[in-house]
């Protein structure tokens, strides 16, 4: 399966693109998890995008959509892929279009999880993401680790995204809304969104979205 996941920062993208790929057997690609790699290994793409994720901006195009070109060409991708952040705006989904053409396929579906934005305010404020791997998520009030500030899985660090910031959120949430919310209409138009609540437990989410992608299918 080649899903697209869409919704806002905070949605519960991350937290349920993880539980879904380790069902659906498909990786879970996170444009927002390949720049913070590099950024964390210090490589030139991680210096550029580095100044621009944490004024919750978006990274260029021609730098997001060829790191994802490059990710989704991958072996394990071959077969199907879970989109997390990407594509962020109509341009970047007509690349994706683009690139699928050229590589003889196509989406499956588009998931889009929708949560009113003071849940989405409160998820982020307390979300604490582990250093050793983002696909390790918390959260200080919803999803609290046995010991505070450390990871569960792997005892790692836990932290606050520097984005993360009150103010940073706002110009995210603004930049949702302007530039990746009208990707929902250009996908509409091809007939594959489905468009699921978000609010409840992680769990019931999970099946919601499960649930929505088999009836998609
Ligand atoms: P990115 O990393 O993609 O961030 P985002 O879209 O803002 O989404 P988040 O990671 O903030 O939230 P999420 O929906 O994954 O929520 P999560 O599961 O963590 O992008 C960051 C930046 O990178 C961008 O601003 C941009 O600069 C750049 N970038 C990335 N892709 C780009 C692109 N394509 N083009 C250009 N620039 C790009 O959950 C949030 C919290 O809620 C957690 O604490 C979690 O524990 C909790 N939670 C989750 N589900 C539930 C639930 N059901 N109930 C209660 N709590 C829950
Ligand atoms: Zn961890």
Redesign the pocket.
């Known amino acids: 399966m080649r899903i697209v996941l869409v ?10 693109a993880t539980l879904l790929a380790k069902t659906l057997s498909i990786p879970h690609v ?4 390949l ?2 790699a590099n950024i964390s290994q210090g490589t030139e793409l991680g210096l550029a ?1 580095k100044a ?2 944490d004024s ?4 260029p ?1 021609e730098v ?1 959509i060829g790191m ?1 070109k490059d990710r989704l060409a991958e072996p394990d991708a071959a077969d199907g892929f879970l989109l ?6 109509v341009a ?1 989904a007509v690349a994706l279009d683009g690139i699928l053409a050229e590589w003889g396929i196509e989406l499956d579906g588009v998931l889009d ?1 929708e949560v009113p934005e003071d849940e989405v305010v409160r ?2 404020a ?3 993401i582990c250093r050793n791997d983002s696909a390790h ?3 200080v009030e ?2 609290r680790p046995a010991v505070d500030d450390v990871c569960d899985v792997c005892q790692g660090e836990l932290y606050q ?1 520097g ?2 910031a009150e103010d940073k959120v706002r110009v ?1 949430l603004e ?1 949702y809304h302007t530039e990746t919310e009208p990707i929902i209409a250009y996908y509409q138009k091809q007939g594959l969104v489905t468009t699921i609540p ?5 769990d019931e ?1 999970t099946q919601r979205a499960i649930a929505a992608l088999r009836e998609n299918k």
């Open positions: 919704g806002p920062p905070g949605a519960g993208k991350g937290t349920q996170s444009t927002g998890d720049f913070r995008a621009i994720m919750g901006k978006l990274v195009d997001t994802a997390d952040g990407f594509p962020r705006n970047q999880l998820r982020i307390g979300r604490r998520i918390f959260h919803y999803n995204r984005d993360d995210r930049v978000a609010l409840g437990k992680v989410v």
